[in-house]
């Protein structure tokens, strides 16, 4: 048996058709899978990048392409001894391969310091050049460019398991990524740009939005946290589909992904897929992620943390305006008690901040600080949080708290300590957006107002006197709940 392939050469993102004529009834559990050209075919069955299983009476798949930078094969296995044996190699594809191995991939933007600036990221697989962006108020005519850094890191920068291990599941060579700050852009006025190099290629022509200046603009935001990879994690996909389709058709100011981000875990390969996947949106709008139990590599900080904080851990908590809302990342991942430097921090940047320019005040963290799912053991970070961060919140009238880490969607009343006040923080569990949904009982909490257990995502909506929220489910895109704050 013979896998024919559409394509041999590809684009990051392109999708190539595999098709081939059985000469054998499969089992169950018999899979193409695409490897690496130098596993070894015999005794790699299990060595593969990606792979799907085989239906009976299938003749083709196709497959998204991951710009890896190097050599790939589809290979067909399938199990001896009437399908109770180990797997042995039966067929393989020609070589596929990146039609430009320093195509530039995994764009995304992110939000400066200042209201003027906007990092533009993106990787290849050379250091060779300077990167470059390309950016003007014209598709076709591109009039300013700006010079980027390079950076990459490899295996013994990372700290244990999988991800200082060699191998197509474990550590991969990840290029190099390319990083450049635009400066002195308008508010609220679109950019057209392209990244590379003349010497390796330049990327599409992508376009983005800069952000609005003042407080009495509207901004529109997209909230999720634990979205991961398609089709590793269930939900991933649906989640992506209706997001690009809302950035696509709707003024959406940027997105915030707070924690669990992949869910690599060590592999590194699927932060390629990941990067890839999320790129039709975040090479569109400013994708802005907040640190999560699964991103976190490093445990002594110093030059092996790319926070370049100091101390244990080292990670920098973020905050950023977006028109009337001023929005805060800190880590539950790190120490956030009243003796810590992310304490400190915290406490600075809320007492500092202007509500008369920003009336709203968001902050974001990966671990929940309220859920009223039942849990056995009691998760103890969430009674730190309560402890040390939520007496903070409420003296600084923090409006909405936005946290993850469980897999459901759960919005409170405004409330403080267990308990609905006028004055209290409006408390939204958004970690539906990909990982394997939760099951568990729910204890009938009265400060919860609503709850469920579904895929989908979240939008805020914004003016200097409202802000309006509301949860869509991904089956049918329709709001299931919403509420609306107002000054």
């Given at each position: 048996m013979d896998l024919h392939v559409s394509a041999s050469v590809y684009a990051s993102n392109n999708q190539i058709e595999v098709t081939w004529t059985p000469t054998l009834v499969p089992c169950s559990d018999d899979f193409i899978g695409i490897y690496f050209v130098e596993i070894p075919r015999p005794t790699g069955a299990c060595d593969y990048f990606d792979y799907e299983f085989v239906q009976t009476n299938q003749t083709s798949m196709w497959w998204q392409m991951v710009n890896l930078r190097r050599p790939l094969e589809f290979r067909y296995y399938s199990r001896d001894h009437n399908c109770s044996g180990n797997y042995s190699f039966a067929a393989i594809s020609p070589v596929v391969q990146p039609l430009n191995y320093n195509e530039?991939?995994?764009?995304?933007?992110?939000?400066?310091?200042?209201?003027?600036?906007?990092?533009?990221?993106?990787?290849?697989?050379?250091?060779?050049?300077?990167?470059q962006c390309q950016y003007g108020l014209d598709p076709s005519s591109l009039e300013w460019q700006m010079n980027g850094t390079t950076v990459t890191y490899?295996?013994?920068?990372?700290?244990?398991?999988?991800?200082?291990?060699?191998?197509?599941?474990?550590?991969?060579?990840?290029?190099?990524?390319?990083?450049?700050?635009?400066?002195?852009?308008?508010?609220?006025?679109?950019?057209?740009?392209?990244?590379?190099?003349?010497?390796?290629g330049w990327s599409s022509i992508f376009s983005f939005t800069n952000r609005p200046v003042n407080e009495d603009s509207e901004v529109t935001l997209i909230a999720y946290g634990d979205m991961g990879l398609s089709p590793v994690e269930l939900g991933?996909?649906?989640?992506?589909?209706?997001?690009?389709?809302?950035?696509?058709?709707?003024?959406?100011?940027?997105?915030?992904?707070?924690?669990?981000?992949?869910?690599?875990?060590?592999?590194?390969?699927?932060?390629?897929a990941f990067m890839t996947q999320v790129e039709p949106i975040a090479s569109h709008v400013p994708y802005m992620v907040g640190i999560g139990n699964h991103e976190y590599d490093h445990v002594t900080g110093g030059e092996k943390d790319p926070s370049g904080a100091p101390?244990?851990?080292?990670?920098?908590?973020?905050?950023?305006?977006?028109?009337?809302?001023?929005?805060?990342?800190?880590?539950?991942?790190?120490?956030?008690?009243?003796?810590?430097?992310?304490?400190?921090?915290l406490e600075g940047d809320l007492r500092s901040v202007n509500r008369s320019r920003t009336p709203w005040l968001i902050v974001g963290s990966h671990r929940h600080m309220y859920t009223s799912e039942l849990e056995n053991p009691v998760d103890l970070i969430k009674l730190m949080l309560q402890l040390y961060l939520e007496p903070l919140f409420y003296k600084y009238h923090v409006d909405v708290n936005f946290y993850a880490h469980r897999h459901s969607y759960e919005r409170s009343c405004p409330m403080y300590q267990n308990k609905c006040v006028d004055d209290g923080i409006t408390q939204v569990l958004i970690g539906m957006a990909g990982q394997d949904l939760d099951s568990s009982t729910y204890s009938g909490a009265e400060w919860s107002l609503y709850h469920d257990q579904q895929y989908g995502y979240t939008q805020v909506w914004a003016n200097r006197t409202y802000l309006h929220f509301t949860y869509y489910h991904n089956a049918d895109d329709a709001i299931v709940d919403q509420f609306t704050l107002n000054k």
């Open positions: 530039p991939t995994q764009l995304h933007l992110a939000y400066g310091d200042r209201i003027d600036q906007m990092f533009v990221s993106f990787v290849t697989n050379s250091s060779s050049y300077i990167p490899t295996a013994s920068d990372m700290c244990e398991g999988k991800a200082n291990t060699w191998g197509p599941q474990t550590f991969i060579d990840p290029g190099f990524m390319h990083t450049i700050l635009l400066n002195s852009l308008r508010p609220s006025t679109t950019y057209f740009y392209r990244v590379g190099t003349d010497e390796h991933a996909k649906s989640t992506i589909d209706r997001v690009r389709a809302r950035v696509m058709s709707t003024n959406i100011t940027c997105l915030l992904h707070i924690g669990d981000i992949s869910y690599a875990r060590g592999i590194g390969a699927l932060w390629d101390g244990p851990g080292g990670f920098r908590p973020a905050c950023f305006d977006v028109g009337p809302i001023h929005i805060v990342y800190y880590s539950t991942e790190h120490d956030f008690r009243h003796s810590s430097p992310q304490y400190a921090w």
